[in-house]
């Protein structure tokens, strides 16, 4: 096996010594804490001299003495602040020129959007959404109510791909060998080939594709193997549902695809699967979860209850009923012990029984709930598991209830490892004359035993289609520009199969073809559009009668009506349990888990700078990856956050930085995919490391016998989990389902704690006889996914800041997501909590402005007047909460020009020396206050929907009038649940909060939490 070996690159910033954790005194320190101690971080845990140094400089405690500057400076230099802000509006303006349109379009109004439904694809699977564009420009991402994978909400992917959409550093240019040509060239090229492929009946060329499931690519490609018959067609991606399908065929004889109904679930079991995440139907899956979160129906009866298993902390793992952390190698041992348990005829093995407890108490729950229940296991999982899985479903009589099993929804032509794997196999033999790489980065991607960079170099002819000029795109000899799914026709199924016509919202920027263009290049109609092909395919399956009314009514409601897959009918094969293959025992040892990022994904994401600054959901990094490791497994290894170790599996090595992370499975290391980037562009490209480069095609997602060896070296991690730290003030209500029934407010007065009473106010009060706008957020429903952050970013132009900045705690996300840990290092549960500004009636940060550049409106919203802000940071001083952003570079980009074309023209675009934060999204109030004046009506309640609360997949958030007493905000606030951040302060929050409640099983619970 070849030494392979990628080093982390070298940095010369200052990197600080970590904390050294007496891991015992931490245990400790929890095991004695009494009722229910809140924890961020274990530097917060551990109360560690850098924590408290980082805190002192994000806010100190004391103003600054003013050595340097007299009172009667100080009093000249406040004067000519309050001149200067008056002044600052009256600069004078550069002159803009309007032209007018010859022939106006009816539909297109000046600062009106229009919307247009589309689908935005990941993995192949499509996500139905509503596209704002104005005057021509899309500028924000909706999801359709009408989609049945997105029921109005989307995912944090879908939003960022506005800024993918303008990103300045996509491929711009047609390139051979590196010099740009124009596309007549290429198709020049293509049809002398064609020509050639002809004599030979396509022998040597070979199509590799990502995950199709357009029906019209998938025919068109099979007309073009219909001609040349001996071409050959391969597929793959990094997330693919291989081994789903595989298991498939093992429990049933064939291949089918699972789709869920978790609405209907009373109990739930997710293994290695991240349900509620990137999932081909996540966010429809994470809604239905949440809409069994609401106690207040039958007094929590109809409450579901989650278990997971899994290595890797997840979202869905996240807001677990029960989490059971288990190595990936011990998920076929725990699935077997389940079967036997619930009597299927399978021997539990003795591994497994350290959590028979558990695993039993779980069996109990899902035998009361036959019909009921739902178990679904994870991509990464292998065909023993999805089979076993399957057969325990078939078993619970969840088939055609909680669960449907449709055809494919992919096109491949086979399992895509396989394909993989016999593509290379060609390329090594010289079976390949020609590859068309439609899409893509698989020299990135590729496991790193095929060696694809190596082989691909024997092809005579390299073509690749994609977005970016990347890794593989360096070595083709063709470079083709793609347009992004929002410029291009097409169509895709989404993970039930109901297809979406995707329509483009803008001309392509940079001249980019689509897939549907390079393979009619190789036709005898060479200048069919995609356009051209899309519609002729459907015209193929409606007929002509009726086609130009279908195709209309497909566009408008972004869903072909009647495409859903039907529910396949299928039995468990008579011999499925005599053909389980014998349990291997779990090697001893470290186990490496690959899994994609929780936010740059496979890598596709890398040059996003949004998705970059996102903070993952559960460690909070940015701007990195690195080699996560359980508190007990560091502790073994005497590693520390930031130590710099070199991970090896089968001869394959890479460095990179440590990162202990709690809740992880004992002796794993986790390392994610998307980084390592060497041609992702400016954004992206030398950023962490290549976890791919370990993997391999046997064991894609990982493999035992790994090892972590720890370097002299140390480098800079960069985590927001300790930035604007409430310092342990009560913030974070939680409870369980039977806590509630006993005490529904769940309330520090519900445990134990004294209720503050309200402090009288030296103001006098206002009487808000108008609209008095408000939120409600449901901490039972957060799932921490962090859509709502990134919804925020592109609907307010709200600014990248860098790693260095945000290490210095100066992002710039108006709602921050708090995660926070409760419970000891091994097993902690986690809570999520999105943060925005708190809109406090007796708002701090008013009294202390010196220009009143923050002011309060009649409707109880605390507003920014940004010109008159001279950048005294005085108010973020002030506010309890930290959701003031100050701009303390000019963190915009106001000369780039597509990036100018992103922004929404109802936000203004701050400048430095400015502070700014949430809200509550003024600018669509006063869009619908304007069409309700219009329209003579009052405001509807729920017309208006804040960018955060429209994204949301769990509809945990909740705007409206409070006002109004039968808005859905006012009856929420009434609630017993509700409770404001830090009421003690008397800052009279519009923000409120429904405390959290779980469901555990009294089995697996101890007395105090039913108490």
């Known amino acids: 096996m070849k030494d392979e070996q990628q080093h982390l690159a070298q940095s010369d910033e200052f990197v600080p010594e970590s904390t050294a954790y007496d891991w015992a005194a931490l245990r400790s320190k929890l095991a004695a804490a009494t009722g229910r101690k809140y924890w961020r971080s274990l530097e917060e845990l551990a109360d560690s001299e850098g924590f408290r140094a980082f805190l002192e400089a994000e806010f100190p405690r004391q103003a600054s003495v003013l050595d ?161 018959p001996q071409a050959r067609w391969h597929a793959f991606e990094p997330v693919n549902r291989d081994h789903v399908l595989a298991g498939a065929r093992a429990a049933f004889g064939e291949a089918v695809e699972p789709v869920c109904h978790v609405e209907a679930a009373n109990v739930l079991l997710c293994i290695e699967a991240d349900l509620f995440g990137p999932h081909p139907g996540g966010v429809r899956y994470a809604r239905e979860f949440a809409r069994r979160r609401r106690v207040e129906e039958q007094n929590g009866a109809a409450m579901n209850r989650l ?115 016999a593509l290379v196999a060609d390329m090594d033999a010289g079976k390949v004359d020609l590859l068309l790489i439609l899409g893509g980065n698989p020299v990135y991607t590729a496991p790193a035993d095929l060696r694809f960079a190596e082989r691909l170099q024997k092809v005579r002819l390299r073509v690749h289609l994609s977005l970016y000029e990347d890794e593989t795109s360096q070595l083709c000899h063709w470079h083709l520009p793609e347009a992004h799914s929002l410029e291009s026709w097409g169509d895709v199924r989404a993970y039930d199969g109901t297809v979406t016509i ?3 919202l803008i001309a392509p920027l940079y001249e980019g073809k689509t897939a549907f263009e390079v393979l009619a290049a190789f036709s005898s109609k060479p200048s069919r559009t995609a356009y051209d092909v899309v519609r002729d395919y459907w015209k193929s399956v409606w007929g002509e009668a009726d086609f130009e009314r279908r195709w209309r009514r497909a566009l408008h409601d972004g869903v072909v009506e009647g495409t859903q897959a039907p529910a396949k009918a299928v039995s468990l094969r008579g011999d499925f349990f005599q053909s389980l293959r014998p349990l291997v025992a779990s090697p001893a040892g470290l186990e490496l888990v690959l899994r994609p990022d929780p936010t740059v994904y496979d890598g596709r994401y890398a040059n996003n700078g949004w998705l ?33 170790v070199e991970v090896v599996a089968q001869d394959r090595r890479v460095e990179a930085p440590v990162w202990i992370q709690p809740g992880q499975a004992l002796d794993t290391v986790v390392l994610h995919w998307g980084y390592g980037r060497s041609h992702a562009g400016r954004v992206g490209s030398g950023i962490g490391v290549n976890a791919f480069a370990l993997s391999a095609s046997p064991a894609f997602w990982g493999m035992a016998g790994a090892e972590v060896r720890k370097t002299s070296r140390r480098y800079r991690l960069v985590s ?42 030296m103001y006098p009060g206002f009487a808000y006889n108008g609209h008095a706008w408000a939120m409600s957020i449901d901490l039972s429903a957060c799932i921490g996914c962090g859509a709502c952050t990134i919804a925020c970013v592109a609907e307010n132009n709200i600014a990248v800041v860098g790693k260095d900045q945000v290490g210095r705690g100066r992002e710039m996300h108006w709602i921050r997501v708090d995660r926070y840990y409760e419970g000891d290092l091994d097993h ?120 955060c609360q429209q994204v949301c997949p769990t509809e945990a958030i909740v705007f409206g009038d409070l006002n109004d007493p039968n808005s859905r905000v006012a009856k929420l606030r009434k609630l017993p649940r509700t409770y404001q951040l830090l009421e003690e302060l008397n800052t009279r929050p519009r923000t409120t909060y429904l405390a959290a409640v779980r469901n555990p099983n009294p089995e697996l619970t101890s007395g105090k939490e039913h108490a």
């Not at 800024?163 to 040509?181: E, N």
């Not at 558990?358 to 089979?387: C, M, T």
Request: glycine share 8%; charged share 20%.
């Open 68 to 228: 340097a500057l007299g009172r009667r400076q100080f009093l000249q230099l406040m004067g000519a602040s309050l001149g200067l802000a008056g002044l600052s509006a009256c600069t004078k303006q550069p002159v803009e020129k309007i032209y007018p349109y010859v022939k106006p379009p009816e539909e297109v109004v000046p600062g009106q959007p229009l919307y247009f439904a589309t689908a935005l694809p990941l993995s192949g699977f499509g996500r139905g959404v509503l596209v704002e564009s104005h005057m021509g420009r899309p500028t924000k991402v909706e999801g359709n109510p009408d989609h049945p994978a997105s029921l109005g909400a989307t995912d944090i992917y879908a939003q960022a791909d506005i800024l993918t959409l303008y990103d300045p550093d996509r491929s711009q240019a047609v390139r051979f060998a590196g010099v740009i040509r124009p596309w007549s060239a290429f198709v020049n090229v293509a049809q002398a080939e064609l020509e050639r492929l002809k004599g030979q009946q396509g022998a040597g060329l070979r199509i590799l594709t990502e995950t199709v499931t357009s029906p019209s690519l998938a025919a068109q490609i099979r007309s073009l193997l219909a001609e040349l």
């Open 307 to 421: 278990y997971v298993v899994e290595s890797v902390p997840s979202i869905t793992g996240s807001v677990a009923d029960h989490r059971l952390p288990l190595r990936p190698s011990e998920c076929e041992a725990f699935v077997r012990a389940l079967a036997s348990v619930l009597g299927l005829p399978v021997q539990m093995s003795a591994s497994m029984q350290p959590h028979r407890a558990w695993i039993e108490a779980l069996a109990k729950d899902l035998a009361r709930n036959r019909g009921r229940s739902l178990i679904v296991a994870g991509e990464a999982l292998g065909p023993a598991v999805h089979g076993l899985v399957f057969a325990i479903n078939e078993a619970l009589g969840n088939l055609g209830k909680t669960i449907e099993l449709v055809e494919p929804i992919a096109q491949s032509p086979q399992p895509q490892m396989e394909s993989l794997q």
């Open 502 to 504: 995707a329509q483009p």
């Open 612 to 644: 970059q600054e996102l903070p993952k959901p559960l460690t909070k990094l940015t701007w990195d990856n690195a080699a996560h490791v359980a508190p007990a497994t560091a502790a073994r290894l005497g590693l520390q956050n930031g130590d710099v």
């Open 720 to 761: 927001t989990q300790d930035h604007f730290s409430l310092e342990g003030r009560d913030i974070v209500r939680r409870g369980t389902l039977e806590q509630y029934r006993h005490d529904p407010s769940l309330a520090p007065h519900g445990h134990g704690a004294q209720k503050h009473e309200e402090l009288p106010s």
């Open 828 to 947: 902690p549960e986690f809570i999520h909590q999105p943060i925005p500004c708190q809109q406090c009636e007796n708002a701090p940060c008013e009294l202390v402005c010196p220009v009143n550049a923050t002011v309060h409106s009649a409707e109880g919203l605390n507003d920014m007047v940004y010109n008159r802000c001279v950048g005294t940071k005085y108010c973020s001083n002030n506010c309890p909460y930290k959701v003031r952003r100050f701009n303390f570079y000019l963190y915009q980009d106001w000369y780039t020009e597509s990036l100018k074309l992103m922004r929404n023209p109802d936000v203004t675009v701050r400048s430095r020396g400015v502070m700014e934060k949430c809200t509550y999204c003024v600018q669509r109030i006063n869009a619908a206050r304007i069409d309700a004046k219009r329209e003579g009506r009052p405001i509807r309640d729920g017309e208006i929907l804040t960018a």
